[in-house]
Each structure stands twice: as structure tokens, then as C-alpha cells.
């Protein structure tokens, strides 16, 4: 089994066992789905599984989008890209299979060979170009924000696709509303618009084709026409918020690990003249976990630090937050997802091992694991 097991290669192991925010596995909720709820109207196209990968190397790839984005666009700058893993055996995942990248310059043939010409016809409403574009503009696969990205597009799917509990969906559309609302009644005539007033600039929140939603971005000098990708990044900003804070505890717990001497694995001197290569990938990683960790802080002071100038009635910061807050909402999406993945990774190595302490192979092959979830350059492999 374990030989089996190492020679599934780290790239694959991330996008199969890396968790919810950066895998959507179709395969496996489309068995309980009549085909009539199934996503994608070609067949075979609901049964992969889709992934996010980072890739903040602009010298990596051909810079094309497979919708003809414009790349010069400040919207159109997504460090995080999509992918489409396809199988050899749907029942066998990890057996290999290949993979389909949809910003590349020859998705749309690659699509057409591998699912046929009902993949990329765009005539029809709601074709499944579209909704891997729509999929494609969101930096993670969460359940709530796939959610509310498609139903504020007006594309309405079978919950099972979202695999969120109704409770979890209200608590989440809550906690928004309560740290978006101090900044509409700041905005709605300073706190002293009417409760009527502010109930429908939240609404808009959740609905930006509002009349409202134009008028919000507008009082911060913003086109209207911004304000749907506004209010996207917006709302995202304040879910990765929610999801940092649910792993912060086990995040700590790996950091601490790994600057330990628990981490170091006692059978570490029978693998000479590798037991100095190991002590160096637990270094590199735990680098690559803090420099996530900075930008995370950044974006987060950042975001505290212009609302509190706001409640101080100096506007002049948050405006220019809003007007960055589609870089910062890709960035922070990239780094909460890779934080997750790793302890996602963590979980199910450490699954039987409360004491934490590893042999070297284990511990080699969990921070190949993490450093696959933290590379920002990650390799575009088309086969695995």
C-alpha cells in the first residue's frame, strides 16, 4: 500500500486530498444527482473533478484566457487559475489521469477532444463555457461562495453541488452583514439614513444588480458598473476572514510543531546523507507557511486599518481598499485555501498519530505535501 501510495505524485495528492477550497470533486456528487441536475449539460464533463492551483509567475504560461479576457484588465489579474482533472478510472482516482487547464492557450481544443463540441459551443444561455467561467472567477471552490456567486448570476443548481448546511449559509450571510453594515450606515448619509434605507444597501450586498449597490460604490468615487466584482470581493473577504479563524488553531499547532524537536524524526540518522536535506525542507516550509501567514496580516491590517479611519470619518483609506479590493481578495482567497490544504494534509496524516512523532519517510513526504499547497508557481502538469 505503500509503495502505491508515494508513487501518486504530490500534485495529484494536493488536488484530490487538499480539501473543499481547492477541489470539487464532481465525480463524486453527481452518483446521487439525477441527470437533469447535473451542472454541466455535456456528460462526461460532470464526472472530474475541478481544482485551483496558484500561479503569480507571470512568465509562467502564455497569459491567455480561454474567454478572451482582456489580461491587461486590472479585474482580469487572477493568481488563481482553474483546472479540470480527468481520470482514466472514475472509480480509482489516484490511478493517474490527465489534466486540462482552462487558461491555456488550447483549452477550448483540448475540451473539445476530451468532451466533445457540446463543451464549447457559447450559443446557448448558461452554456458550460460559461459556468466554468463563472467557476473560474472565484479564487477557491467553497461551497458558500460558489453558492452566492451563482445565485447572484441568477443560475440557480441543486444544493447537493453546494454541500453547505442551511445553518452554516445563514451564520455565514450574518456575520457579513454585521461587518458590512457599520460602513453602509456610515456611507448612507452618515447613520443618519432610515433603518428601511440600510436594509436595502445590506440587501444589495447580496443582490448587486440593486440600484443601491451602484449608488454604494459610487459615494467612494467608483463606477456603478464595479460594483458586482466589488461587493464579490467584498463578501469573500469577510468569509476568508470566518475560515481563518476556524484553522488558526490547528495552523499554530503545525507552526510549533515544526519549529520543535518533535518534528525531528527519530530514525532521522539512519538515512544519512539525507537527515541535512530533510532539516532543510523543515525550514523552507515553515518559511513558506509564515511569508502566507505575512500577506494574510497585510491584507487584514489593512482592510481594520481603513475602516476604523472610515468610523473617524476619514474616508479617503477605505476608498482606496475598495478600489485594490480585487487584489487583495485573490490573494488573501490563495493563501487562506493553501493554509487549509495544509492542515487538510495534516488531518489525514496525523489522523492515528496524536503524539505527532513520524519516521522520515512520513515526514518527507508530508512537507512535500505542504510545500505543493504553499508553491505559488506551482507546475501545470498535464498528466499524472
Not at 5 to 26: D, M, R, T
Not at 134 to 141: F, V
Not at 295 to 322: T, V, W
Amino acid at each position: 500500500m505503500r509503495r502505491h501510495f508515494e508513487a501518486i505524485s504530490p500534485i495529484l495528492e494536493q488536488i484530490l486530498y487538499g480539501g473543499s477550497s481547492v477541489s470539487l470533486n464532481l465525480l463524486s456528487i453527481t452518483q446521487s444527482l439525477p441527470e437533469e441536475a447535473h451542472l454541466f449539460r455535456t456528460h462526461a464533463l460532470n464526472h472530474v473533478i475541478l481544482f485551483k492551483y496558484p500561479n503569480f509567475d507571470e512568465s509562467q504560461g502564455d497569459g491567455h484566457d480561454f474567454l478572451n479576457c482582456d489580461a491587461g484588465n486590472a479585474l482580469s489579474k487572477r493568481p488563481v487559475e482553474t483546472g479540470i482533472y480527468i481520470p482514466h478510472d472514475g472509480r480509482q482516482w489516484e490511478t493517474g489521469g490527465v489534466a486540462i487547464y482552462l487558461r491555456s492557450r488550447n483549452s477550448t481544443v483540448l475540451l473539445e477532444e476530451h468532451f466533445g463540441p457540446e463543451a464549447v459551443e457559447q450559443e446557448s444561455v448558461h452554456n458550460d463555457l460559461s459556468l466554468l467561467s463563472l467557476i473560474d472567477n472565484i479564487p477557491s471552490l467553497d461551497a458558500f461562495l460558489l453558492k452566492t456567486y451563482f445565485e447572484a448570476k441568477k443560475i440557480r443548481l441543486d444544493q447537493r453541488y453546494w454541500q453547505i448546511a442551511a445553518e452554516e449559509e445563514a451564520q455565514l450571510r450574518r456575520l457579513i452583514s454585521r461587518r458590512v453594515e457599520p460602513i453602509v450606515r456610515k456611507a448612507v448619509n452618515d447613520g443618519i439614513g432610515s433603518e428601511a434605507i440600510v436594509g436595502r444597501f445590506l440587501d444589495a450586498i447580496w443582490n448587486p444588480d440593486m440600484e443601491e449597490a451602484g449608488h454604494f460604490v459610487s459615494a467612494f468615487g467608483i463606477d456603478h458598473s464595479e460594483a458586482d466584482a466589488i461587493f464579490s470581493a467584498w463578501k469573500g473577504i469577510t468569509f476568508y476572514e470566518y475560515q481563518l479563524r476556524r484553522i488558526a488553531p490547528r495552523v499554530r499547532t503545525i507552526i510549533t510543531w515544526l519549529r520543535s524537536r518533535e518534528c525531528v524524526p527519530a530514525d532521522l540518522k539512519m538515512h544519512r546523507p539525507y537527515d541535512e536535506h530533510l532539516l532543510m525542507h523543515i525550514d523552507r516550509v515553515g518559511h513558506m507557511l509564515n511569508a502566507t501567514l505575512l500577506d494574510i496580516r497585510h491584507i487584514l491590517g489593512e482592510y481594520e486599518k481603513s475602516f476604523n479611519a472610515l468610523m473617524n470619518g476619514s474616508p479617503s483609506l477605505f476608498r482606496e481598499f475598495l478600489r485594490t479590493i480585487h487584489a487583495h481578495y485573490w490573494l488573501l482567497g490563495y493563501c487562506v485555501s493553501a493554509l487549509i490544504s495544509v492542515v487538510h494534509l495534516d488531518n489525514r496524516c496525523m489522523k492515528n498519530l496524536p503524539s505527532r512523532h513520524v519516521d522520515f519517510e512520513t515526514l518527507s513526504r508530508l512537507l512535500r505535501q505542504f510545500d505543493v499547497a504553499l508553491d505559488r508557481r506551482r507546475e501545470q502538469k498535464s498528466a499524472f
